[in-house]
């Protein structure tokens, strides 16, 4: 996507103090989540968050599956709360990014989907 400097994948939301993906799918509170990085010059916060709400499912099929939005900021909130709104997804949470930790996934979830297909990357 235009703007999306990085993403990464990992584990926020839960308790754990050093979760994996076996610990996250037996149920140790955390989610599996989506790190996203972005250029506010190339794709303004708003208009990421409403490709990134617009997928979003608030009725997981499993608890790690969860879909959240964590925001650094009041402002973040804000916009995100109004875009869940607008597109009626209420019940989906809008979290401070602040009140959890972070943790990456395992270097094999990295680029999961990419590596599926045999792609091939380049480090910079």
Same mark, same amino acid.
């Given at each position: 996507?235009?703007?999306?400097? &990085?993403?990464?994948? +990992?584990?926020?939301? +839960?308790?754990?103090?050093?979760?994996?993906?076996?610990?996250?799918?037996?149920?140790?509170?955390? !989610?599996? %989540?989506?790190? @996203?990085?972005?250029?506010?010059?190339?794709?303004?916060?708003?208009? @990421?968050?409403?490709?990134?709400?617009?997928?979003?499912?608030?009725?997981?099929?499993?608890?790690?599956?969860?879909? *959240?939005?964590?925001?650094?900021?009041?402002?973040?909130?804000?916009? %995100?709360?109004?875009?869940?709104?607008?597109?009626?997804?209420?019940?989906?949470?809008?979290? *401070?990014?602040?009140? !959890?930790?972070?943790?990456?996934?395992?270097?094999?979830?990295?680029?999961?989907?990419?590596? %599926?297909? +045999?792609?091939?990357?380049? &480090?910079?």
């Amino acid at each position: 996507m235009p703007g999306i400097v &990085s993403s990464s994948v +990992g584990y926020t939301g +839960g308790k754990a103090a050093n979760p994996t993906y076996k610990s996250v799918c037996s149920g140790d509170g955390h !989610t599996e %989540a989506v790190r @996203l990085v972005f250029d506010p010059k190339v794709i303004s916060y708003e208009e @990421l968050m409403k490709k990134v709400i617009h997928q979003a499912s608030p009725y997981p099929s499993k608890p790690q599956y969860m879909s *959240a939005v964590w925001t650094q900021n009041e402002q973040q909130a804000e916009i %995100a709360k109004r875009l869940a709104e607008e597109k009626r997804k209420p019940k989906l949470p809008i979290l *401070a990014l602040n009140e !959890t930790k972070w943790f990456d996934a395992e270097d094999y979830h990295q680029k999961y989907v990419a590596k %599926a297909r +045999g792609e091939v990357f380049c &480090s910079r």
